[in-house]
């Protein structure tokens, strides 16, 4: 597709769970962004690839919390021993390159509920 | 850091009438972009304008144009000739001139009134 692919839409797990959410960027985008948005609130950043230079940590709220980014292009985020404050949506964004001049296309995100 | 606040949790215009969004900021940065998101209720983030820093003419993209005021550190957004279709929730974000790294504010509800 044309667009930032995220999977999957909604996932409800509970609490202790491990979970993956899955971002496939647009072809090309050598930046990949996660972001977080809580209930009602704005989106939090959480890490950021640039190309093959080390990712950008610097947002990911715990050691619960890990990303990677396989071949450049699709990125796992994964969340370990869920607990219930991490439900929100999880929004993933790509961009041609890094640095503010270039606009960050979104996902649709993922809804993840934890019980 | 780089904080961004937007006072106006909720708005609501009639349509085809003006209304103005809200958004101040702070940053040690000396070069950085300011955006405005929207996200209707599809909860996909749409970028509606963006403004260069080191630009002083503000940024208009059809009826959306922005106010920047760098020495005050405000940016709002003016929608004209508001349009049902404008009913979302708009987000004020910071971006990083080096990382493209987005610190968003809380957002503005804006219903438009038939």
């Known amino acids: 597709g044309a667009g930032v692919s995220q999977s999957p839409s909604n996932k409800v797990t509970e609490k202790g769970k491990d979970v993956e959410l899955r971002c496939d960027p647009i072809s090309g985008h050598t930046a990949l962004y996660w972001y977080r948005q809580s209930l009602g609130q704005g989106l939090e950043f959480l890490i950021y690839?640039?190309?093959?230079?080390?990712?950008?940590k610097s947002g990911l709220p715990s050691d619960r919390f890990s990303a990677e980014r396989t071949g450049g292009s699709v990125s796992t985020l994964t969340i370990q021993r869920t607990q219930q404050e991490d439900s929100a949506v999880y929004l993933c964004?790509?961009?041609?390159?890094?640095?503010?001049?270039?606009?960050?296309?979104f996902g649709d995100g993922t809804r993840l509920s934890i019980l | 850091a780089q904080t961004v606040t937007q006072s106006q949790p909720e708005m609501s215009v009639q349509e085809a009438e003006t209304v103005t969004l809200s958004c101040t900021y702070d940053t040690s940065e000396n070069n950085y972009y300011l955006f405005w998101y929207k996200q209707p209720p599809s909860r996909q983030m749409i970028l509606v304008i963006r403004q260069e820093a080191y630009k002083q003419q503000n940024a208009t993209e059809n009826r959306f144009s922005v106010n920047f005021q760098k020495a005050a550190k405000s940016f709002s957004l003016k929608i004209s000739d508001s349009q049902l279709g404008d009913t979302a929730m708009y987000f004020c974000?910071?971006?990083?001139?080096?990382?493209?790294?987005?610190?968003f504010g809380q957002g503005t509800t804006l219903q438009v009134k038939p």
């Open positions: 690839f640039q190309g093959n230079s080390a990712p950008d």
């Open positions: 964004a790509s961009s041609f390159q890094s640095g503010g001049a270039q606009p960050q296309h």
């Open positions: 974000a910071h971006g990083s001139s080096n990382t493209g790294k987005l610190i």
